[in-house]
């Protein structure tokens, strides 16, 4: 059975920085990509970071600079550094496991979320 479970989430002043972590069991993390997604109250999830099974890394606009992904398929482990954090990023964020390897490729496995808070 296939898990992945965010955590690291909070309230953080506009400015700081935060690291989520997605913990992933049950499948064989170099065989999938991973995507983060956030979805704000009234608006619809967004992707906001794309790391492919290989190094390649995709960000939009609203968090290329500010926003990084990584993986350590040792430990399973799937994390987003966001920096540089506006009141805008507030929304619950989600971990994605995909076998696709393209940003518009279908999520196979979604996280619960974890809550992030912005405050100005």
């Known amino acids: 059975q296939v898990q992945l479970v965010e955590s690291g989430g909070g309230v953080v002043l506009a400015g700081g920085s935060l690291r989520l972590s997605c913990a992933a069991s049950?499948?064989?993390?170099?065989?999938?990509?991973f995507d983060w997604f956030r979805q704000a109250p009234g608006k619809e999830r967004e992707l906001v970071a794309h790391l492919a099974q290989g190094p390649h890394t995709y960000y939009p606009a609203a968090t290329e600079g500010r926003f990084t992904i990584s993986r350590d398929n040792a430990k399973n482990m799937v994390y987003l550094q966001m920096n540089r954090l506006e009141p805008e990023d507030t929304a619950i964020y989600y971990c994605a496991a995909k076998i696709s390897p393209t940003v518009r490729g279908r999520v196979d496995y979604w996280g619960q979320g974890t809550q992030v808070t912005v405050s100005s």
């Open positions: 049950g499948l064989t993390l170099s065989r999938y990509a």
